[in-house]
Each structure stands twice: as C-alpha cells, then as structure tokens.
C-alpha cells in the first residue's frame, strides 16, 4: 500500500526567499516520486521525478527535489521564490508496475512582495 | 507536446441530470485516468482506463461511469447527477505504466443545483 502526507496546506514566503514544501511518503515497494503543480485554472503539470536514479532531482523552474529513503521524505525546494511559483503543489507516489499514482491534498504557495 | 482537451471548462447541471465529460488525448497513449479535485483533499482517482474498452475502478467510483470506445477519448459519466458530485474534474493520460509522466487536460469545473 502506498501514501503520500503533505505537511502543510497553505505555505507562504517573501519573493526571494528559499521555498520548502514538505512530502512524506509510505511504500511497500521502491516508490517512484513526483511533484506536480497547478497554476491557477489549470491542470497539473510534472515539475520533477525520481525513478530511483539520482536523489537529488532537478526540475523545472529552478525547483528540486531529494529522495531521503530513511526519512521516507521528498520535499521540494527552490533557493529564491518568484511571483510566479505562485501555485498549489501535489505531491505524489507510486511504484513499480503500479497501475495507478496516489496524490497528496496539495499545498497552496502564496509568495509576498 | 502532449495535449489533453476536456470538452467543457465549467457545466451547470441540475439533480438527476446525466452528465458526459469527454477527455481526447493525441499522444496515443495507453493509460487514461479521471480524477476529481476537491478542496483539501487533493485529486482523488475514479476511474482509469489501460486499453481500449478496458476499466478499472479507482478510490471513488460510486455515482459514476466510463467509457472508452477509442484510445483517444475516455468519457465520464455522471447516471444521476447530485449536488455532492460538485466538483473539478481531471482527466489525465500516460504513455504505460503508472510511474511514467501523467499529462493532464485543464480541467472541467461542475456545479449540480
């Protein structure tokens, strides 16, 4: 079985200062992880994913992401935060041969002048 | 690049209504997903489609059904339509299995009176 905990439903940082969204996940099996973000009115698009290659994974925008298996963890991270991150971020798991991903509920980033 | 239509962007209906969402992707890819979005609760899985003609329930599938007479589209249908199914609505596709990249229509937000 698998699951994914997002701590945090509403985030908000000053443009410029370091974005941290938080991601813990539970899998019976090796996970493949993703985030996910949502501008407004739109549908989700991949931001970054991990398929047991490096840890640290880098993705669009400036964001990455690192796998920490011992923490089951994988938070996301962007040193410096622009207006335009403002979105709501999904966290999300699956795993080998899955038929199926399992979304977190998401995080809302607000980003203040 | 991939491209998910969903054939309305927001649909009024009223209680016992039947509703169709229709979901087209032109990337000739196997797995097609709905979800529905609510608040706090992130996307949720109703149905997804492997194949043609091929379905299999995901977390919520009470209330609804699916079609998939052609690769490309996958329709949802809403038999009698209530206020609790008020709700966005996801359609997503991906290549083959579950840990590759899903790609997401823009969405279509439903309101049942």
């Known amino acids: 079985a698998q699951s994914v905990t997002q701590l945090g439903s509403h985030v908000s940082v000053s443009e410029g200062a370091l974005v941290l969204l938080r991601c813990n996940y539970s899998?019976?099996?090796?996970?493949?992880l993703f985030w996910y973000v949502q501008y407004p009115n739109q549908g989700l698009q991949l931001l970054l994913k991990y398929t047991s290659a490096a840890t640290l994974v880098k993705g669009i925008n400036g964001f990455e992401a690192e796998f920490k298996k011992s923490e089951t963890s994988f938070h996301l991270t962007k040193p410096s935060a622009h207006m335009s991150d403002a979105a709501e971020y999904f966290c999300a798991v699956s795993g080998i041969s899955a038929s199926k991903i399992i979304f977190g509920s998401g995080t809302r980033l607000s980003i203040r002048p | 690049d991939v491209k998910v239509t969903q054939s309305s962007r927001y649909l009024v209906k009223r209680t016992g209504e039947k509703v169709f969402l229709e979901c087209v992707q032109d990337?000739?890819?196997?797995?097609m997903f709905w979800y529905r979005q609510d608040p706090g609760l992130g996307l949720r899985l109703i149905y997804f489609s492997y194949d043609v003609k091929m379905k299999e329930k995901g977390d919520i599938p009470e209330g609804y059904s699916v079609s998939r007479e052609k690769k490309e589209r996958f329709s949802l249908i809403l038999e009698s339509a209530s206020t609790n199914q008020t709700s966005m609505y996801l359609c997503?596709?991906?290549?083959?299995?579950?840990?590759?990249?899903?790609?997401f229509g823009p969405g279509t937000r439903l309101l049942v009176l």
């Open positions: 997503a596709s991906s290549l083959r299995l579950a840990e590759e990249t899903q790609y």
């Open positions: 899998s019976s099996v090796p996970p493949y």
């Open positions: 990337m000739d890819h196997e797995n």
